[in-house]
T-cell receptor
Framework: NAGVTQTPKFQVLKTGQSMTLQCAQD?????MYWYRQDPGMGLRLIYY???????DKGEVPNGYNVSRLNKREFSLRLESAAPSQTSVYFC?????????????FGPGTRLTVL | TQLLEQSPQFLSIQEGENLTVYCNSS?????LQWYRQEPGEGPVLLVT?????EVKKLKRLTFQFGDARKDSSLHITAAQPGDTGLYLC????????????FGTGTRLKVLA
């Protein structure tokens, strides 16, 4: 099992460009999440999908859109990238809500917006 | 937005020493988790605590949830270089929520 995979691993964008971060899990998990991690700020939840067909906003959703393509895949789209979106992005998945189940994280995507 | 403050931010110690990392908030949490993250990787869950006053042990790591469920601590006994990493606490304000609030992290370096 690969667990949670993310592509790409690194990306450099210019302000205003768009891109989609891909995430897939092979653990048959119901729930998937997108976080961003910035120095000195821990991880902040952008969007989550509690189950296939549903998505909800997290703490910092502005400037992002998500798609739960199927049970395995959850993508994050930046429509018009801004320097403030320079960060490390992590996808995670869990079978149940995190309090009662383990959240497994992918290796991250390092995004720089110039 | 509720905050989880961790202290210290940075810690550099010699192999064999003991250490404690703290996670504090003014909010009450229904559950709290501790993660360890190594460079270039995602966080890995170490433990979840749900009951005020709860103590959990994982080999040389001892986790405690405060009686009022507003704070938590992680104590490492006889630290080893393999303990080096970023330690994150994360709390959920309500049970069943999917929204966890992460602390700012404690970066630990254990020198051989």
């Amino acid at each position: 099992n690969a667990g949670v995979t993310q592509t790409p691993k690194f990306q450099v964008l210019k302000t205003g460009q768009s891109m989609t971060l891909q995430c897939a899990q092979d653990m048959n998990h119901n729930s998937m999440y997108w976080y961003r991690q910035d120095p000195g700020m821990g991880l902040r939840l952008i969007y989550y999908s509690a189950s296939e067909g549903t998505t909800d906003k997290g703490e910092v959703p502005n400037g992002y859109n998500v798609s739960r393509l199927n049970k395995r895949e959850f993508s994050l789209r930046l429509e018009s990238a801004a320097p403030s979106q320079t960060s490390v992005y992590f996808c995670a998945s869990s079978s149940l809500a995190p309090a009662t189940d383990t959240q497994y994280f992918g290796p991250g995507t390092r995004l720089t917006v110039l | 937005t509720q905050l989880l403050e961790q202290s210290p931010q940075f810690l550099s110690i010699q192999e064999g020493e003991n250490l404690t990392v703290y996670c504090n908030s003014s909010s009450v949490f229904s559950s709290l988790q501790w993660y360890r993250q190594e460079p270039g990787e995602g966080p890995v869950l170490l433990v979840t605590v749900v009951t005020g006053g709860e103590v959990k042990k994982l080999k040389r790591l001892t986790f405690q949830f405060g009686d009022a469920r507003k704070d938590s601590s992680l104590h490492i006994t006889a630290a080893q270089p393999g303990d080096t990493g970023l330690y994150l606490c994360a709390g959920a304000e309500t049970s069943g929520t999917y929204k966890y609030i992460f602390g700012t992290g404690t970066r630990l370096k254990v020198l051989a």
